[in-house]
């Protein structure tokens, strides 16, 4: 009896927060190496599914730097960066575009699977986002997000379905461009005005500074002044740094809180929304 009477007690701690996220926009940003873990993935996407359940607008965008890195190799093709961002010439474009597509299609079907309804946004006639060149020329097909369809994605959450989004754009000529993962999803959040922003990577959050003795701890809450010394510390440093970039222009933009979770924890996306506690990090305005 025990057990069932705390299995009660966790959902009247989330009620106050599925009454208050109620009609909401949450960004969902699926990424890192939890996205080779089919089981992580799943858990995820169930999440989503039990947030749309309860009336909230979940809005899933998702990387795939793993799944196009080992296409390219496959293709007999090294993947370089420059300052972080894939080398992506005419035929790594059409690589990436491919991945990708398959990688919504996949995750689009696995929410259908798991009683949800999803709506890809991958292919060219569907994409959401105006991208144009971003970086330097040897970059390529790279780009920075300059405008979001933010009616075509509400569209899709006010018929209850879950928008899965490709970080890929075209510029007003048809030219398509790769776009960072991090950046996509902090750029639709701020077009959405979404309450939350959440990021699920495969780190618990935002660590402090070793001190020597090899212990770092999460930081549970943190503020935009913290962020931004924390940077220049370098305490906050590699593929961190476009998650937190993204999640302070956000901000800037109206978005309420960012989210950094371990998407490899079962459950963590809920854990962080439905609890008081949470289980990551949080950035405020």
């Given amino acids: 009896m025990k057990k069932f009477i705390e299995k009660a007690a966790v959902l009247i701690e989330a009620l106050p927060y599925i009454q208050s996220f109620q009609g909401k926009t949450i960004v969902v940003k699926l990424g890192g190496s939890a996205m080779t873990s089919p089981a992580c993935v799943e858990g995820v996407l169930r999440d989503v599914v039990f947030m749309e359940a309860v009336k909230m607008k979940p809005v899933v965008i998702h990387g795939g730097g793993n799944a196009i890195s080992l296409r390219m190799k496959e293709a007999g093709i090294t993947p370089r960066f420059l300052h972080g961002q894939r080398v992506t010439d005419k035929k790594v474009i059409g690589i990436v575009s491919g991945v990708l597509a398959g990688i919504n299609r996949d995750l689009a079907d696995q929410i259908a699977a798991l009683g949800g309804r999803a709506e890809s946004f991958s292919t060219h006639r569907d994409r959401v986002i105006t991208a144009r060149r971003h970086g330097p020329a040897e970059l390529g097909f790279v780009g920075e997000v300059e405008k979001v369809d933010t009616a075509a994605i509400r569209r899709v959450t006010r018929a ?75 305490t906050i440093a590699g593929g961190m740094i476009p998650k937190v970039t993204a999640g302070l222009l956000a901000l800037e933009q109206g978005v309420r809180k960012i989210h950094i979770v371990d998407g490899r924890l079962k459950h963590s996306l809920l854990l962080e929304i439905f609890t008081d506690k949470g289980v990551g990090s949080e950035i405020v305005g």
């Fill in 160 to 234: 209850d379905r879950v928008p899965v989004i490709a970080p890929l754009g075209s510029d007003t000529r048809g030219r398509l461009y790769n776009i960072n993962g991090d950046l996509a999803a902090g750029a639709i959040a701020g077009a959405l005005k979404a309450e939350k922003l959440v990021f699920l990577t495969d780190v618990e959050g935002i660590m402090t500074r070793d001190d020597g003795s090899g212990q770092r701890q999460i930081l549970s809450s943190l503020k935009r002044e913290e962020i931004n010394r924390m940077i220049e510390e370098e």
